[in-house]
């Protein structure tokens, strides 16, 4: 079993930064991808970024050069770090990752809980 446990979100101000912080655990050969998705009030779950191992991030553009997503592969945490936000920013961010938990296939799907960050004055 693979456990995915996020931290740091919060209320912050339009223009604050805040970090959140992804930490996985459990039966894990080798980390494919982890990525960060959020999800608005009323709106689908989207993609926030994503750090496949091995090769470039990518963001979605609401985001480009306000968040930065880094990971660091001895620990199995992925952080994203996140300045100059705005009120479109609230949602709750979800933590995913794909995951082999063996030398074989297949590739597996995980989910964190989600940390709620809200962006207001």
């Known amino acids: 079993q693979v456990h995915l446990v996020e931290s740091g979100g919060g209320l912050v101000q339009p223009g604050g930064s805040l970090r959140l912080s992804c930490a996985a655990s459990?039966?894990?050969?080798?980390?494919?991808?982890m990525s960060w998705y959020r999800q608005a009030p009323g709106k689908q779950r989207e993609l926030v970024a994503t750090?496949?191992?091995?090769?470039?991030?990518r963001y979605a553009d609401p985001v480009k050069g306000r968040f930065t997503i880094s990971r660091d592969n001895a620990e199995n945490t992925v952080l994203l770090q996140m300045n100059s936000l705005k009120p479109e920013d609230t949602a709750i961010y979800y933590c995913?990752?794909?995951?082999?938990?063996?030398?074989?296939?297949?590739?597996?799907?995980?989910w964190g809980q989600g940390t709620q960050v809200t962006v207001s004055s």
């Open positions: 750090a496949p191992t091995g090769s470039t991030t």
């Open positions: 995913h990752a794909q995951i082999r938990t063996s030398s074989a296939p297949p590739v597996f799907s995980f």
């Open positions: 459990g039966s894990i050969f080798r980390i494919n991808v």
